[in-house]
C-alpha cells in the first residue's frame, strides 16, 4: 500500500546533541510538511517542501532544518535540541492542485530529550 | 488568516449512542475545504471526511456525516452508532481552494482538537 513511513518511531537524544528524523513516501507526491506535535495540542506546522522549494513557517526556530534529496524522502534535523523540542514530529504529504486532496500523515516519531 | 475553533476539548459517548463535535472557522474566502481527521492514541492521523465549501451538500462516509452551516460558519461532525475503535482526537481543518502556489502548497489550519471517549 502507498504510504508515508517515519523513521523511527521513538527518538531518544540528549540535550544539545544533533538528530535526524527522516519520512518517506510512496505516493510520489510532490508536497512534503514537518509539524511538531505536543502533548494534546494541534500539529504546527514547521515547514514544507513543494518539489525541491522549501518554504519556511516565519515561526519556526532556526534550529530545526530540513532537506529533501528527492521526491520521496524528506529529514528534519535538530541541530541543538532543547527540552522544549520534546514533541512527536508528523511528516505528512499532498499532490498540490488536486483541490479537496486531503495530505496523508505519517505515524509519527516521538522525541525525548534527556 | 484564518482560524479553526473546537470549544470541546472532551466529549464523552456511550458505545452505539451518537455524538456531535463541534467547529467553527473564520474566513474571508469563498472557496475552500474542510476536513476532519483523527488521531488514536500513538496512531496515525487518517482522514474521517471532507467536504467542498461550494457543494451545498453535507458529505457523509458510513457512520460519519457532517453538518455544513456556510453562512454560520460551521462544520460539525456527527459519529453515530459510536464505537469503542472510535475514541481518539479529532482534529477539525480548514484549506483554502485557491491556488498559492508554491510558498503555500496545500497547508492546513487546524483546531485544538476534541479528545472523544467512547463508554462501553
Known amino acids: 500500500d502507498a504510504m508515508v513511513i517515519q523513521n523511527p518511531r521513538y527518538q531518544v537524544t540528549q540535550f544539545g546533541k544533533p538528530v535526524t528524523l527522516s519520512c518517506s513516501q510512496t505516493?510520489?507526491?510532490?508536497?512534503m510538511y514537518w509539524y511538531q506535535q505536543k502533548s494534546s495540542q494541534a500539529p504546527k506546522l514547521l515547514f514544507h517542501y513543494y518539489d525541491k522549494d522549501f518554504n519556511n513557517e516565519a515561526d519556526t526556530p532556526d534550529n530545526f532544518q530540513s532537506r529533501r534529496p528527492n521526491t520521496s524522502f524528506c529529514f528534519l534535523d535538530i541541530r541543538s535540541p532543547g527540552l522544549g523540542d520534546a514533541a512527536m514530529y508528523l511528516c505528512?504529504?499532498?499532490?498540490?492542485?488536486?483541490?479537496?486532496?486531503?495530505?496523508?500523515f505519517g505515524d509519527g516519531t516521538r522525541l525525548s530529550i534527556l | 488568516a484564518q482560524t479553526v475553533t473546537q470549544s470541546q476539548p472532551e466529549m464523552s459517548v456511550q458505545e452505539a449512542e451518537t455524538v456531535t463535535l463541534s467547529c467553527t472557522y473564520d474566513?474571508?474566502?469563498?472557496?475552500?475545504?474542510l476536513f476532519w481527521y483523527k488521531q488514536p492514541p500513538s496512531r496515525q492521523m487518517i482522514l474521517v471526511i471532507r467536504q467542498e465549501a461550494y457543494k451545498q451538500q453535507n458529505a457523509t462516509e458510513n457512520r460519519f456525516s457532517v453538518n455544513f452551516q456556510k453562512a454560520a460558519k460551521s462544520f460539525s461532525l456527527k459519529i453515530s452508532d459510536s464505537q469503542l475503535g472510535d475514541a481518539a482526537m479529532y482534529f477539525c481543518?480548514?484549506?483554502?481552494?485557491?491556488?498559492?502556489?508554491?510558498?503555500?502548497?496545500?497547508?492546513?489550519?487546524f483546531g485544538t482538537g476534541t479528545r472523544l471517549a467512547v463508554r462501553p
Open positions: 481543518a480548514y484549506r483554502s481552494a485557491g491556488i498559492g502556489g508554491k510558498s503555500s502548497g496545500d497547508k492546513l489550519t
Open positions: 505516493l510520489n507526491h510532490n508536497v
Open positions: 474566513t474571508s474566502e469563498s472557496d475552500y475545504y
Open positions: 505528512a504529504t499532498s499532490r498540490a492542485g488536486l483541490n479537496n486532496q486531503p495530505q496523508h
